[in-house]
């Protein structure tokens, strides 16, 4: 079953902050974060595991909250080449395949 | 060279028409994977090779067909395809099957239109 991502869509100012949610109804083992902008290949951004630590991409970080069955991204201090849409990945188990989220499309405007 | 490349980028066929996609990892990665994504869905896993070895059909269609002759090449061959096939098809690979804790590299996607 596929994760649910929230919000599906965020407008922000150069500058600002914005947390995209992934939730599953099943315990995960790992988390991925991709960024796709307009007519090109997802980007990978991070990978979360059990018991890991929280991830850092430049000024974009994110957490695994392994009881919530629940990854959150963190745009800190938003850049104009932040737009696009942000997927996450879950696995339950080592040997499974990535599940993807419906996404959420962020603009980010000067 | 490096990456993930696909071809062609965009393809426009009608619904009696056979053609293939192509993709090519120069990556050194032994799992190549065929997605699917349309409009307002999430990603759809298509088909997983791992050293050339299919180990995941996704319940897809005999009308969309994999090949791998080695661990750098994916085909996808498509006949009689419907106008709801329509999509962008991504090509990714990985150094293992999975994967859990290594990213994913696609490439740009081949835009598919039936008619």
């Known amino acids: 079953q596929q994760p649910v991502q929230s919000p599906q869509a965020v407008i922000l100012r150069e500058g600002e902050d914005a947390v995209i949610n992934c939730s599953s109804s099943k315990a995960l083992y790992s988390v991925h974060w991709y960024r796709q902008k307009h007519g090109e290949a997802p980007v990978f951004l991070m990978i979360?595991?059990?018991?890991?630590e929280q991830m850092r991409h430049e000024k974009i970080s994110a957490s695994f909250n392994e009881k919530k069955q629940q990854s959150s991204l963190y745009l800190t201090a938003s850049q104009l080449s932040y737009s696009g849409t942000y997927f996450c990945g879950t696995g339950i188990g080592a040997g499974n395949m990535l599940t993807f989220g419906g996404g959420t499309r962020l603009m980010v405007k000067p | 060279e490096t990456g993930v490349t696909q071809t062609p980028r965009h393809l426009v066929m009608g619904m009696t028409n056979k053609k293939s996609l192509k993709c090519e990892q120069h990556l050194g990665h032994n799992a190549m994977y065929w997605y699917k994504q349309s409009a307002k869905k999430p990603l759809e896993l298509m088909f997983v090779?791992?050293?050339?070895?299919?180990?995941e059909n996704n319940s897809v269609p005999s009308r969309f067909s994999p090949e791998c002759p080695n661990s750098s090449h994916l085909f996808l061959h498509l006949h009689t395809l419907q106008p709801e096939d329509s999509a962008l098809y991504l090509c990714?690979?990985?150094?293992?099957?999975?994967?859990?804790?290594?990213?994913?590299?696609f490439g740009n996607g081949t835009r598919l239109t039936v008619t």
């Open positions: 090779y791992n050293f050339k070895e299919q180990t």
């Open positions: 979360l595991l059990k018991g890991g």
């Open positions: 990714a690979s990985s150094p293992h099957r999975g994967p859990y804790n290594s990213p994913l590299h």
